[in-house]
């Protein structure tokens, strides 16, 4: 049996991973403080049930169908992924003639 063989991470390798896992704890930090985590929370579901539809209208030879709520479920993924800024905010910028 061959004897194991152990790599002590260098000084940049731990430096490495720890700024990985702060960056992943600043994400998980600024999704909890989200105001629309109920809206994100129900994206899977409603994502599977597109999926399940454009399915259906493809075996159907309903490929518009399904084209078309393929189309849709990439474009409310990409509108749900963007942070979206301050209503409040914006309407003040505005009042002000400053843009954010």
Do not use: C
């Not at 000084?11 to 930090?29: C, F, G, P």
């Not at 129900?42 to 189309?71: C, E, G, H, W, Y």
């Not at 993924?77 to 003639?97: T, Y």
């Amino acid at each position: 049996m061959a004897k194991r063989t152990y790599h002590r991470r260098s000084d940049e390798e731990l430096i490495a991973d720890l700024q990985e896992k702060l960056k992943s704890v600043e994400n998980r930090m600024q999704a909890k403080t989200r105001t629309d985590a109920a809206v994100l929370k129900q994206l899977p579901k409603v994502s599977r049930q597109l999926r399940n539809f454009a399915q259906i209208a493809t075996d159907n030879r309903r490929d518009d169908l399904s084209n078309m709520t393929i189309a849709f479920l990439a474009g409310l993924q990409r509108a749900a992924e963007e942070v979206r800024e301050d209503a409040s905010a914006k309407s003040r910028a505005r009042r002000e003639g400053t843009q954010l």
